[in-house]
């Protein structure tokens, strides 16, 4: 066997490499420079750890990562330590003596990988360390993690990343690997040019990632659809729920625990120590749900999140992309769901118009949230149109709402013509806007106080559209907000001084009133579709398919975990994954032969609870 092969194996308990992995391990292993970009999940970790070690073991010296996330740092090192390899870490929560400590080890070659902060890193005191290091051919490697930090195209630019630039000039010679998961093609040129990897090798993975299934639905009663899908599918599992607003944030988490799932909120108004708190026991305890605005996630490295849920739409494909993709880094079957309406389509197209942008600016932002709505309005594979829009093809994926459920979809064009056209009328016969409710009240013949006020069912079209469900003229009027047929004009009211929109013609309207373009609407997902049975409340993701007895086993195991885990202050899924406990239950072995070889089980995990593990495997039986 290789030397990283047997790193990965041994050491890590792994039996094979996932996707390009190998490749880039040995490429850096040999000393080659890398540009990696992977997706979340996609085992990145493994593409430097294993290089550190193995050239350490040829005497090449320590490693040093370079990561923004200090909070991270303490778990990076306790899943290290629990696999047996030297690591530690430097960054601005240690106290004076602590750094000296970990610059001492790492001085007389004690360590293995060190993480460092950049802007500790660039210190001349780090630099002078590093300058010994190099000197005695002992600086094995260099690893910068999330280096789409060091762009200003990215979404995460972090100035204190562009000074690594001196890694290059400093230590010729060393091996860099730079890692991301987030990097359209002018992030990558820039991290290439900031960083100079103009010699790296580029490792481009798919940006697929199969084992998340998204569906997007059309809101109604958003906290109670949200509860359902959590009660149905997520029993316990650990999630996370995006809100546009703070408030909206402490209402959710409240609404969600009065029913009996445990959640936490999380934004950036609340008290600096009760976001700790929060993200610490979503991190450590099991089926956490934390309700969140964007401010939360950023380098949650929590593999078993199970489902991201979006109550409020996103700003764009690539926001919420991102956010979805932290769910099922162990990549067991998770979920990005997302209900949307259309006031998510007014609030953001609102949230543009009045933000302090440049015109132009303005108009790209339009551009993103219009690609984000076709994505929502689609009535074929999400997926394809998630990779198309990241300049990738691929086929209809098979694990998508329309795909699974493909969409009852019916010809709105005529009901399209007969909004437009009744909005026409009634801004023609009384000079003035008027909001939805209104103008589906006239379409639909409803005779209200306000109808006879302005003697609305005096105009031609007053009732046309009541063969419509209100629902589906509701779908008409979203696709026309979408695609920009219809358009939003905001007028105050003269009694109470309420600002609200209106709705207006706008010079798309025309073709459609013109019937030179079709109006296609998925019918009303509520109508079409009937959910599947609800699944085990104790069964998670990874022991779906095991049997009853094995299923006991997974339980026992857990709460094991779960003891061992508080015991060392690390998350759970440092000690043992859920794929791993799986396995474990599954496999019902009876001696530490039988442990071995199980996926996730290397050598000194084997050593430090194998025992422990044959006990509560064998107590289960
Ligand atoms: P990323 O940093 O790319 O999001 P991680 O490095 O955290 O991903 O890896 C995600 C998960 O996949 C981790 O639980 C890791 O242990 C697991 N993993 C990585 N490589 C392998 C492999 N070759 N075989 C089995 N599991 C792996
Ligand atoms: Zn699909």
């Given at each position: 066997m290789s030397a990283v092969h047997t790193v990965l194996h041994d050491i890590f308990g792994y039996a094979a490499f996932r996707g390009p992995q190998q490749a880039i391990v040995e490429h850096v292993t040999d000393g080659g420079d890398a540009l990696v970009l992977m997706p979340t999940g996609g085992g990145k970790s493994l593409c430097y750890q294993i290089p550190a070690i193995v050239r350490q073991q040829q005497g090449h010296g320590v490693a040093i990562v370079v990561s923004p996330l200090i909070a991270l740092m303490h778990d990076q090192v306790g899943a290290l330590h629990e696999a047996g390899v030297e690591a530690a870490y430097l960054n601005s929560s240690l106290d004076y003596a602590?750094?000296?400590?970990?610059?001492?080890?790492?001085?007389?070659?004690k360590l293995n990988l060190l993480y460092v902060a950049p802007e500790r890193l660039v210190t001349p005191r780090f630099l002078g360390l590093l300058d010994d290091l190099f000197a005695q051919g002992q600086l094995g490697l260099f690893a910068i993690d999330e280096a789409h930090c060091v762009s200003q195209w990215g979404h995460d630019f972090r100035p204190e990343y562009r000074a690594l630039s001196v890694l290059h000039e400093r230590y010729a010679g060393v091996p860099r690997i730079a890692l991301t998961a987030t990097a359209d093609a002018l992030t990558r040129a820039d991290i290439v040019e900031r960083l100079h990897l103009e010699g790296a090798r580029q490792f481009v993975s798919s940006f697929d990632r199969p084992n998340i299934r998204y569906t997007i639905v059309e809101k109604k009663d958003v906290t109670h659809q949200l509860m359902r899908f959590i009660k149905h599918e997520h029993e316990?599992?650990?999630?996370?729920?995006?809100?546009?607003?703070?408030?909206?944030?402490?209402?959710?988490?409240?609404?969600?625990?009065?029913?009996?799932?445990?959640?936490?909120?999380?934004?950036?108004?609340?008290?600096?120590?009760?976001?700790?708190?929060?993200?610490?026991?979503?991190?450590?305890?099991?089926?956490?749900?934390?309700?969140?605005?964007?401010?939360?996630?950023?380098?949650?490295?929590k593999p078993d999140v199970r489902f991201v849920a979006h109550v409020d739409m996103p700003k764009n494909i690539e926001g919420y992309y991102q956010e979805t993709g932290r769910a099922g880094r162990d990549g067991l079957p998770a979920q990005a769901w997302m209900a949307y309406g259309i006031s998510d389509v007014v609030n953001q197209r609102r949230m543009i118009d009045e933000g302090g942008a440049e015109e132009a600016f303005k108009a790209v932002l339009r551009g993103k949230l219009d690609a984000l709505l076709t994505l929502a309005e689609a009535t074929d594979c999400r997926r394809v149109r998630l990779l198309q829009y990241f300049g990738e093809a691929s086929e209809p994926c098979g694990?998508?709402?329309?795909?699974?459920?493909?969409?009852?979809?019916?010809?709105?064009?005529?009901?399209a013509r007969k909004l437009l056209s009744t909005i026409f009328r009634v801004h023609e016969m009384s000079q003035l806007t008027f909001g939805a409710g209104h103008i589906m009240d006239v379409l639909r013949g409803k005779v209200t106080d306000k109808v006879t006020q302005f003697l609305h069912d005096k105009i031609s079209t007053f009732g046309i559209g009541k063969d419509y469900s209100e629902q589906q003229l509701r779908g008409v009027m979203r696709q026309l907000l979408a695609t920009g047929a219809l358009g939003l004009h905001k007028v105050t009211s003269e009694n109470s001084g309420h600002v609200f929109d209106t709705l207006t013609l706008t010079p798309q309207s025309r073709a459609v009133l013109r019937g030179d373009v079709q109006v296609l609407l998925r019918e009303s997902v509520a109508a079409t579709r009937s959910r599947g049975?609800?699944?085990?409340?104790?069964?998670?993701?990874?022991?779906?398919?095991?049997?009853?007895?094995?299923?006991?086993?997974?339980i026992n195991l857990k709460a094991w975990r779960s003891e061992v885990a508080k015991a060392h202050d690390l998350p759970a899924y440092v000690i043992f994954n859920d794929a791993t406990l799986a396995g474990i239950a599954e496999r019902n072995p009876q001696t530490l032969e039988a442990l071995q070889g199980i996926s996730g089980i290397g050598a000194k995990k084997l050593e430090a609870y194998g025992q422990e593990v044959l006990r509560v495997v064998g107590a289960s039986r």
């Amino acid at each position: 066997m290789s030397a990283v092969h047997t790193v990965l194996h041994d050491i890590f308990g792994y039996a094979a490499f996932r996707g390009p992995q190998q490749a880039i391990v040995e490429h850096v292993t040999d000393g080659g420079d890398a540009l990696v970009l992977m997706p979340t999940g996609g085992g990145k970790s493994l593409c430097y750890q294993i290089p550190a070690i193995v050239r350490q073991q040829q005497g090449h010296g320590v490693a040093i990562v370079v990561s923004p996330l200090i909070a991270l740092m303490h778990d990076q090192v306790g899943a290290l330590h629990e696999a047996g390899v030297e690591a530690a870490y430097l960054n601005s929560s240690l106290d004076y003596a602590q750094a000296q400590e970990v610059e001492w080890q790492l001085q007389c070659g004690k360590l293995n990988l060190l993480y460092v902060a950049p802007e500790r890193l660039v210190t001349p005191r780090f630099l002078g360390l590093l300058d010994d290091l190099f000197a005695q051919g002992q600086l094995g490697l260099f690893a910068i993690d999330e280096a789409h930090c060091v762009s200003q195209w990215g979404h995460d630019f972090r100035p204190e990343y562009r000074a690594l630039s001196v890694l290059h000039e400093r230590y010729a010679g060393v091996p860099r690997i730079a890692l991301t998961a987030t990097a359209d093609a002018l992030t990558r040129a820039d991290i290439v040019e900031r960083l100079h990897l103009e010699g790296a090798r580029q490792f481009v993975s798919s940006f697929d990632r199969p084992n998340i299934r998204y569906t997007i639905v059309e809101k109604k009663d958003v906290t109670h659809q949200l509860m359902r899908f959590i009660k149905h599918e997520h029993e316990g599992e650990a999630g996370v729920v995006y809100c546009q607003s703070r408030r909206r944030v402490e209402e959710l988490a409240q609404t969600l625990q009065d029913n009996g799932i445990q959640s936490l909120p999380y934004h950036a108004g609340l008290p600096s120590e009760m976001r700790q708190l929060h993200q610490n026991r979503f991190l450590r305890e099991e089926g956490i749900v934390m309700v969140a605005t964007i401010a939360f996630g950023m380098g949650i490295d929590k593999p078993d999140v199970r489902f991201v849920a979006h109550v409020d739409m996103p700003k764009n494909i690539e926001g919420y992309y991102q956010e979805t993709g932290r769910a099922g880094r162990d990549g067991l079957p998770a979920q990005a769901w997302m209900a949307y309406g259309i006031s998510d389509v007014v609030n953001q197209r609102r949230m543009i118009d009045e933000g302090g942008a440049e015109e132009a600016f303005k108009a790209v932002l339009r551009g993103k949230l219009d690609a984000l709505l076709t994505l929502a309005e689609a009535t074929d594979c999400r997926r394809v149109r998630l990779l198309q829009y990241f300049g990738e093809a691929s086929e209809p994926c098979g694990n998508c709402d329309n795909c699974l459920h493909p969409p009852a979809i019916w010809d709105g064009t005529d009901a399209a013509r007969k909004l437009l056209s009744t909005i026409f009328r009634v801004h023609e016969m009384s000079q003035l806007t008027f909001g939805a409710g209104h103008i589906m009240d006239v379409l639909r013949g409803k005779v209200t106080d306000k109808v006879t006020q302005f003697l609305h069912d005096k105009i031609s079209t007053f009732g046309i559209g009541k063969d419509y469900s209100e629902q589906q003229l509701r779908g008409v009027m979203r696709q026309l907000l979408a695609t920009g047929a219809l358009g939003l004009h905001k007028v105050t009211s003269e009694n109470s001084g309420h600002v609200f929109d209106t709705l207006t013609l706008t010079p798309q309207s025309r073709a459609v009133l013109r019937g030179d373009v079709q109006v296609l609407l998925r019918e009303s997902v509520a109508a079409t579709r009937s959910r599947g049975g609800k699944r085990g409340a104790t069964t998670s993701a990874a022991a779906m398919h095991l049997g009853p007895d094995a299923q006991a086993r997974f339980i026992n195991l857990k709460a094991w975990r779960s003891e061992v885990a508080k015991a060392h202050d690390l998350p759970a899924y440092v000690i043992f994954n859920d794929a791993t406990l799986a396995g474990i239950a599954e496999r019902n072995p009876q001696t530490l032969e039988a442990l071995q070889g199980i996926s996730g089980i290397g050598a000194k995990k084997l050593e430090a609870y194998g025992q422990e593990v044959l006990r509560v495997v064998g107590a289960s039986r």
